[in-house]
């Protein structure tokens, strides 16, 4: 599954485009991140690690992550990220996406009612059904039970 997302961060980016796929992911990262309006270690690790597994960036991983949150700041709507997205990924990869928000959102031991919620909103962005939101908030639930 990994290797999907993988291959889509390897893929030649075109000219005039503003937003790369990678900037996209750790954006909307990103966005689980600082809903709660509190940047927690725990959540920054697991947003960088994430990052890390899925792209081929290595040390520059904190250039894309410092990238990303600069561009969040500056943002006016998901959508710029979410448009990225919906354009390159397969179901598939977009469920890895939303599971790698839950555990964001879960990491630090709190749900944020303002993680949920953006999490729910970017999973309408990216037209995921809603049970596939259920789904993978369980997973990750179920996933974190077992650590």
Request: hydrophobic fraction near 45%; aromatic fraction near 8%.
């Amino acid at each position: 599954m990994l290797k999907a997302l993988k291959s889509l961060f390897s893929m030649p980016v075109e000219q005039g485009e503003q937003i790369t796929y990678q900037k996209a992911v750790a954006a909307l990262l990103m966005e689980v991140m600082l809903a709660d309006h509190v940047i927690d270690e725990k959540e920054e690790g697991q947003v960088k690690d994430f990052l890390r597994e899925v792209s081929e960036l290595g040390d520059d991983i904190d250039v894309l992550y410092q990238e990303a949150k600069t561009g969040v700041e500056h943002a006016n709507d998901l959508y710029q990220f979410t448009k990225v997205i919906n354009e390159t990924a397969t179901l598939e990869q977009k469920m890895l996406l939303l599971k790698a928000l839950w555990r964001v959102a879960f990491v630090d031991g709190d749900l944020d009612a303002h993680e949920d919620h953006r999490i729910r909103r970017i999973s309408e962005l990216l037209f995921m059904p809603h049970s596939e939101f259920i789904q993978a908030k369980i997973f990750v639930q179920n996933e974190i039970s077992k650590e």
